[in-house]
């Protein structure tokens, strides 16, 4: 099966799995937002000053030459005048104060003289309107300032505040178990018998599932035994919108994952046409979606972003979005294994005749080291048999499958 026929699928498949909850804006950072957000307030509230000045009526201002006139008001933010301002007087005003009835112009201090004895003189030539923030220039109460459906960051946060709202309706996070499997897999910070080696998989895709924005529960280790290995399905599965494995899932005589899930629930698809990445599991376990991951580090790593990245997002409610890729001149050459589709690790280099994309000198997908290197994915069509320096290729940052 094809990326794209497995992504369709994944569309087709997995239905969104989470409710809609309120939380404090404190913990919105990140959430998705499960409804458009309407503007409680208009902001700014009132026609305010942009400056740090005098506001005037423009009326009174000389075109020509400089105008002195009274000072009788004075107007801080957060305190309004009570009355208006009558015409041919000048209002003291600092930065956020509400233009006080009448007045229309602000002109900063800086080009102000004033003269002592509660006269000041303006400049001549200002242009009416200067230096006043209009009220609902930024929005007005009713406009919707952020769409359902958004990944809310820090500034997402601030409009939320600044619009009036101490909760904000966000989507259930995805709650993600994870499990790696292999009897040569320890845990990092034991001791290493002879034949074993550490558990980077777990690591690895536990982080990735969390900057997806899903939460994590690090269901350990398992052992090639298919008994052990149906009993932890089994009981983890109900908890969970997504069960994660990585290994066992290839034709080896100790590769238990695929029977195990085809016998507590079903697959949906098992070997994708990609390199890295092949043998990658997409299934169902009752009501709970199941992706198994290839053992190979990068394999698990590179799945992880393509294939599982998109279960998240529609187990999240979200559109499946398609990722965007750069054109880039290659700054390597390639010939490609096989007809599977390919993802080099890679990244980007300035030169002096611009950008090119460098690729990792091992594409062996057992080499971790290749991934950290990395800063994206150089993606190789599978009709595509050879890739020489120069010709443009399409690079796919990481940032764009983790925001
Ligand atoms: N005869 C064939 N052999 C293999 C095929 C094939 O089509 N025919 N496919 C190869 C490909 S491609 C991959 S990818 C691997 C994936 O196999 P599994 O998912 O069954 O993974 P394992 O065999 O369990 O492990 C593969 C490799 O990765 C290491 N590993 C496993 N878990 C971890 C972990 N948590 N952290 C770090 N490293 C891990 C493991 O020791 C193996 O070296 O199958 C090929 N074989
Ligand atoms: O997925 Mo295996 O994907 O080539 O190492």
């Given amino acids: 099966m094809s990326l794209d026929e497995a992504l369709a699928e994944i569309d087709a498949r997995i239905r969104p799995a989470v409710t809609i909850e309120r939380v404090p804006l404190r913990q919105a950072s990140g959430r998705v937002l499960a409804a458009d957000l309407v503007a409680n307030v208009t902001h700014p509230a009132h026609d305010n000053a942009a400056m740090d000045g005098y506001a005037v009526h423009h009326a009174d201002l000389s075109p020509s030459e400089p105008t002195t006139l009274p000072v009788t008001a004075r107007v801080a933010a957060g305190h309004p005048l009570d009355r208006p301002l009558p015409p041919g007087e000048v209002a003291r005003i600092f930065t956020g104060g509400v233009m006080p009835e009448g007045a229309d112009t602000v002109i900063m201090q800086e080009d102000v003289t004033d003269l002592g004895d509660g006269r000041v003189t303006l400049p001549a030539g200002v242009t009416r309107g200067r230096h006043v923030r209009t009220a609902g220039g930024d929005f007005r109460t009713g406009a919707t300032i952020l769409a359902a459906g958004r990944r809310l960051r820090a500034p997402d946060v601030a409009l939320a505040a600044s619009a009036g709202h101490a909760y904000v309706p966000v989507f259930e996070r995805v709650r993600v178990g994870v499990f790696s499997t292999g009897d040569e897999v320890f845990e990092p910070g034991t001791d290493l018998p002879p034949g074993g080696l550490y558990d980077g998989n777990r690591y690895g895709m536990m982080a990735l599932v969390e900057a997806m924005g899903a939460e994590v529960t690090d269901l350990g280790h398992l052992p090639d035994d298919p008994d052990r290995i149906t009993r932890a399905l089994d009981d983890a599965a109900d908890a969970h919108h997504l069960l994660l494995t990585s290994g066992g899932v290839s034709v080896g005589g100790e590769d238990h994952v695929r029977d195990v899930v085809a016998a507590l629930g079903s697959l949906h698809f098992w070997k994708l046409a990609i390199k890295p990445g092949k043998p990658t599991a997409l299934g169902l376990i009752r009501e709970t979606a199941f992706a198994g991951l290839p053992g190979n580090p990068v394999s698990a790593l590179v799945t992880c972003l393509l294939?599982?990245?998109?279960?998240?997002?529609?187990?999240?409610?979200?559109?499946?979005?398609?990722?965007?890729?750069?054109?880039?001149?290659?700054?390597?050459?390639?010939?490609k294994s096989g007809n599977r589709r390919e993802f080099l690790r890679g990244w980007i280099e300035d030169t002096p005749d611009g950008p090119v994309v460098r690729v990792f000198h091992s594409q062996d997908s057992a080499m971790i080291r290749s991934m950290g290197a990395a800063a994206g994915l150089v993606d190789v069509p599978a009709e595509r048999a050879t890739v020489a320096p120069g010709e443009p290729v399409a690079y796919l940052p990481f940032s764009e499958l983790l925001s």
């Fill in 307 to 335: 294939v599982v990245r998109p279960v998240v997002q529609r187990l999240a409610g979200l559109p499946v979005t398609i990722p965007r890729r750069y054109a880039v001149p290659a700054g390597f050459s390639h010939t």
